[in-house]
T-cell receptor, first 116, second 108 residues
């Protein structure tokens, strides 16, 4: 058990809909990362938050947004869903050695999104 | 353009063999991670490196910053090592770049 909790584990929805994925980091970890893993593109970095602030942005679509709340949990919002958004979405947290810097990653079990 | 290249893509080994997975990257990095993903999807971080070498049990990871290259070694491989191994680099801009993974199968 990594200590990172993601909900829901599985989600099936239709094109055009909107979903919210939730991540609770390990106790004390300030950084939260979101990743997408699809069959054709592998793992991709979406976005990082550190202590409530956006710290780094990767290949995140404009239809997607995220935030980190004062209690440090994070939500990833996916809207106007398309078939190609079907993927595993992972959250990871870390306790950086310096502010928002490199630290060991602890992954949640992922949320599997299927868009029909 | 792939910022991170891994090789081999697939690897089959007999139990007990010494295994090496290679990772080359083209960006400036703050750290390099080796990840393990078992069937069923969960990801575990094996190592985080910024220089030198680390060892954990039968696993050894090395990094050469000048050559922009890292290797993951598994000594005395075992069927439970069967998994996908992913190299991930944290760029100096705090962005992550991932290799496509190496699928390892260890046969008893």
């Amino acid at each position: 058990d990594s200590g990172v909790t993601q909900t829901p584990k599985h989600l099936i929805t239709a094109t055009g809909q909107r979903v919210t994925l939730r991540c609770s980091p390990r106790s004390g970890d300030l950084s939260v990362y979101w990743y997408q893993q699809s069959l054709d593109q592998g793992l991709q970095f979406l976005i990082q938050y550190y202590n409530g602030e956006e710290r780094a942005k990767g290949n995140i679509l404009e239809r997607f947004s995220a935030q980190q709340f004062p209690d440090l949990h994070s939500e990833l919002n996916l809207s106007s869903l398309e078939l190609g958004d079907s993927a595993l979405y992972f959250c990871a947290s870390s306790a950086p050695k310096r502010a928002a810097g490199a630290g060991e990653l602890f992954f949640g079990e992922g949320s599997r999104l299927t868009v029909l | 353009k792939n910022e991170v290249e891994q090789s081999p893509q697939n690897l089959t080994a007999q139990e007990g063999e010494f295994i090496t997975i290679n990772c080359s990257y083209s960006v400036g990095i703050s750290a390099l991670h080796w990840l393990q993903q078992h069937p069923g999807g969960g990801i575990v971080s094996l190592f985080m490196l910024s220089s030198g070498k680390k060892k954990h049990g039968r696993l050894i990871a090395t990094i050469n910053i000048q050559e922009k290259h890292s290797s993951l070694h598994i000594t005395a491989s075992h069927p439970r090592d069967s998994a996908v191994y992913i190299c991930a680099v944290l760029g100096t801009g705090n962005q992550f770049y991932f290799g496509t993974g190496t699928s390892l199968t260890v046969i008893p």
